[in-house]
């Protein structure tokens, strides 16, 4: 089977000269970015998988939806501040806030391993439903599969998403310009840093709760207001840096932010001490950046800090006319460094 | 955590007095139909999960859109006539197809274990992306996890689909009516017994190949012929007799059948006699039934029989005003017995 080769089936394995899945090709960092570009965007070969965006744009007619999807892995399966249920649901609807669009129904696929207990998939269900009706969208298809003892790890997830463009221009990466402000939607780090101290049983007196959250309805006040916003992109896997880099590569531009800016919460910042992370790293799951015109971005900011999900909303860059495709980050005491992703697995299985 | 607990959160657990997940809840049977009845539909509690069908049907102004999930954890990975990333492009564009659409686009999520060999990813890729473009489907969006080492199978593939209904009529269960026409596609148990013959390791001298085949095209031929399609239903997990009792009991209609109606081709026959199968019970991936008024039905069958896809089709029964609720099956020695689903498992992980 599989005889068929086309020439344009060729992409080289092993692949940066890995010839079997790390844990690092789901880290969001280098690797997996090898791996996409290496394998699924030549053999998939579209147009819509080019844009390297989270979601795709379709056209209906007059109308423009937004399609995304994610599969949810993490573990521990519960975590303070949510659970695999409440992620599953509110990173895709992030995935279609980022493009602009207001996310209105989920699909949702179920892999069961043999033994899980049914009270703790009713938790998980009921998170997800809660989730969902709190951000009005509606769960309309879905599907289980069982998979014997051993080959899972209790539950996976998978979410598909589709919502309904708002914004009058495109919102992704290719609408980035020179002169861009970036926007970052409030502190950092939460996430990655409550799911780890789950795992490896750090106490602290105040416990890190994820940043788990929908955004879309802040996303959406600001295409209300007329913002002009260029790009938004979510800071899950690989955090904040891995999201400058991606969009700084795909456009070709120079990003330029400034560390200071950046707020990290006292908790995190210990915890990234003590465990040797930095939190431009760590991944988020409520929080995004904004690439927005310079005349908007001081509305866009006071609009974004007038919601509960953006009140610690700050200015932290810029995108300048240097080196294309880089990320640059200048420090407290002034040197500026340039900011690469990174290439192994610094937190696995994290959403 | 999940201490809201309103009272529209109430399903009893255990669930037929299981409290924990078994092979047999992603069989298809009886099992897997009391879990969504008694813990998805109550807390997820929407029309568009209640009414059963193989997708959901979403208005965009005039547009009518069907949205389908899938996961797909087959095991082995390749199989006579197919292999995962086929199952899981087909398998949704079958989806959509039985809700009178046509499949435009695909999602697909990947969740990899850690270990598993890049060279095979990417035979399974090729066969989604080959796959994909013989059905005019784009994979638009997708997302790629990784897993530790014994907490996965190599690889699961999620695909989730949108299509645009081209039906002019409901295609649903809810839509059979009394006197209808039920008409099978072709011979079934291929794809089950192909699955089944590589496990046990089982030679024939001619092989069993899977029926893995996307019917999108053959449904829409029925469609632009005008025929008035009633209901559509793909003959996935459970086979046959489950996709018939799905419909009686969601219809509250009677299905009677007529068992020598009904294709088994020879190897399909014996390999299911040696392993005590009942071909009404086993999977098949290219396979459907339909629901049609009586005056369409002979229309149909010749348009259905002029498609490679359908060669095979005959009529296998008629919907009654009999006993609502069941599927009875009259025998080759004239005897009528009332088919019901399976209670437990028969082949895990077929798709």
Chains 1, 2 share one sequence.
Do not use: W
Not at 226 to 255: F, K, M, N, P, W
């Amino acid at each position: 089977m599989n005889s068929e080769k086309s020439p344009e089936f060729c992409c080289p394995v092993p692949i940066d000269g890995y010839d079997r899945i790390m844990m690092a090709h789901g880290g969001g960092g280098r690797l997996m970015h090898r791996l996409i570009e290496g394998l699924f965007l030549p053999l998939f070969n579209s147009p819509y998988l080019s844009a390297r965006h989270d979601g795709a744009i379709l056209e209906f007619g007059a109308r423009k939806l937004a399609f995304t999807t994610d599969s949810y892995v993490v573990h521990p399966l519960f975590f303070p501040g949510g659970d695999i249920g409440t992620l599953a649901v509110n990173g895709t609807i992030n995935d279609l806030a980022m493009c602009g669009a207001r996310p209105l129904y989920l699909s949702a696929g179920f892999i069961l391993e043999e033994g899980f207990p049914i009270e703790t998939l009713r938790t998980v269900v009921e998170s997800m439903s809660r989730t969902a009706r709190e951000n009005e969208v509606q769960l309309v298809t879905g599907d289980t599969k069982v998979v014997d003892r051993g080959k899972g790890d209790g539950i996976y997830v998978n979410t598909a998403g589709i919502g309904i463009v708002e914004a009058n221009r495109p919102v992704s990466p290719a609408g980035v310009r020179p002169s861009d402000v970036v926007l970052l939607s409030g502190d950092i780090g939460r996430h990655g840093m409550a799911i780890i101290s789950v795992r490896e049983g750090l106490a602290f007196e105040n416990p890190i709760e994820s940043d788990c959250a929908a955004v879309a309805s802040l996303v959406l006040s600001l295409i209300q207001a007329g913002i002009e916003i260029h790009c938004l992109r979510d800071l899950t896997r690989g955090g904040l840096a891995s999201a400058l880099v991606e969009i700084a590569e795909a456009t070709q531009v120079e990003v330029a932010i400034q560390e200071t800016a950046i707020p990290v919460c006292n908790n995190v910042r210990g915890a990234c001490e003590i465990l040797g992370f930095d939190p431009i790293y760590v991944a988020n799951e409520g929080r995004f950046i904004a690439f927005v015109p310079p005349r908007d971005a001081e509305r866009a900011l006071s609009l974004m800090r007038s919601h509960p999900l953006g009140a610690g909303a700050v200015e932290i860059g810029a995108v300048n006319k240097g080196t294309a495709g880089i990320v640059t980050m200048k420090s407290s005491i002034g040197a500026s460094r340039i900011v690469d992703m990174l290439s192994g697995e610094q937190l696995p299985r994290i959403c």
